[in-house]
């Protein structure tokens, strides 16, 4: 059965497969040249196998999601802001589109703001996590939302933080040329208090976390097979370190991983 009652089994499983569609090339598979675009650092994969007493394949498939996971946070902003699009009085403008707003709220019903009263439409600027933003970015963004405020006095703005650091919808303040700045109606609010809000239902987001990891499943499992990477990269270091035959695997290993970053450095050019 489907639990959610503020998006239709469809249009979630729509964003789902449109948000794994976004992660592109990073679904492309490893191979040792891929692997090695940057550089690694060998050393550093010495460490870690070491410390983390882990295996040669852990280590490498490790790295290898490091490097994937490097742009997969715009990945999941697009699965945190696009959503809204499938819910009731929400529209997602295109880029650069009516303010450059994430996500706009209208409700004619009005939405009653703690401590502030009543308004109709809210304005919406979405971060990943609370700790994205640097001073200057935080300025900035609450002079767009006080331009807002002054240019409609029957709205109010929110920055809604995914990963926020508490369950929170409060008054935000922050700096502006040094000086302490915040207003009722711009807000700082976290996700599920964002979600409460819209929807009427108060653990809408938990909600939407449990259905989450079935739908990616199905998801993933109904998209084409070459969207599942099959990774190489253990398989040809062990070749490299058989040409390597230093008598111990391990050690062949690890004259392989040296050479991915040290092959020109004196001493390992002559290997």
Same mark, same amino acid.
């Given at each position: 059965?489907?639990?959610?009652n503020?998006?239709?089994?469809?249009?979630?499983?729509?964003?789902?497969v449109?948000?794994?569609?976004?992660?592109?090339?990073?679904?492309?598979?490893?191979?040792?040249?891929?692997?090695?675009?940057?550089?690694?650092?060998?050393?550093k994969?010495?460490?870690?196998?070491?410390?983390?007493?882990?295996?040669?394949?852990?280590?490498?498939?490790?790295?290898?999601?490091?490097?994937?996971?490097?742009?997969?946070?715009?990945?999941?902003?697009?699965?945190?802001?696009?959503?809204?699009?499938?819910?009731k009085?929400?529209?997602?403008?295109?880029?650069?589109?009516?303010?450059?707003?994430?996500?706009i709220?209208? %409700?004619?019903?009005?939405? /009653?703001?703690? !401590?502030?009263? @009543?308004? +109709?439409?809210?304005?919406? &600027?979405?971060?990943?996590?609370?700790?994205?933003?640097?001073?200057?970015?935080?300025?900035?963004?609450?002079?767009?939302?006080?331009?807002?405020?002054?240019?409609?006095?029957?709205?109010?703005?929110?920055?809604?933080?995914?990963?926020?650091?508490?369950?929170?919808?409060?008054?935000?303040?922050?700096?502006?040329?040094?000086?302490?700045?915040?207003?009722?109606?711009?807000?700082?609010?976290?996700?599920?208090?964002?979600?409460?809000?819209?929807?009427?239902?108060?653990?809408?987001?938990?909600?939407?976390?449990?259905?989450?990891?079935?739908?990616? %499943?199905?998801?993933?499992? /109904?998209l084409? !097979?070459?969207? @599942?990477? +099959?990774?190489?990269?253990? &398989?040809?270091?062990?070749?490299?370190?058989?040409?390597?035959?230093?008598?111990?695997?391990?050690?062949?290993?690890?004259?392989?991983?040296?050479?991915?970053?040290?092959?020109?450095?004196?001493?390992?050019?002559?290997?």
């Amino acid at each position: 059965m489907w639990n959610l009652n503020f998006i239709s089994e469809n249009d979630f499983k729509k964003h789902v497969v449109e948000t794994i569609k976004k992660y592109g090339e990073k679904l492309e598979s490893f191979n040792l040249k891929r692997f090695n675009k940057n550089i690694v650092d060998p050393i550093k994969l010495i460490f870690d196998k070491s410390v983390y007493q882990m295996s040669w394949a852990e280590i490498i498939n490790n790295e290898i999601f490091r490097q994937r996971d490097k742009s997969n946070n715009n990945d999941i902003g697009y699965f945190h802001q696009r959503i809204f699009q499938y819910i009731k009085n929400c529209r997602v403008p295109q880029n650069g589109e009516e303010g450059g707003w994430d996500v706009i709220y209208e %409700n004619p019903n009005g939405i /009653e703001i703690p !401590n502030a009263g @009543v308004v +109709h439409t809210i304005y919406v &600027e979405m971060k990943n996590k609370h700790n994205t933003m640097n001073s200057a970015s935080a300025g900035k963004t609450f002079i767009k939302m006080q331009s807002q405020i002054l240019d409609n006095d029957d709205c109010a703005c929110f920055l809604v933080e995914a990963i926020a650091q508490h369950s929170q919808n409060i008054k935000w303040e922050t700096s502006v040329d040094k000086k302490k700045v915040g207003h009722k109606l711009i807000r700082r609010v976290s996700l599920d208090q964002f979600y409460a809000m819209i929807t009427g239902q108060k653990d809408a987001f938990y909600q939407l976390c449990m259905i989450l990891p079935s739908v990616i %499943n199905s998801a993933v499992q /109904e998209l084409d !097979n070459s969207l @599942v990477p +099959h990774d190489t990269v253990i &398989e040809e270091l062990r070749v490299l370190s058989e040409k390597k035959n230093f008598g111990n695997p391990d050690l062949s290993i690890a004259m392989a991983i040296y050479m991915l970053g040290f092959s020109d450095y004196e001493g390992f050019k002559n290997l």
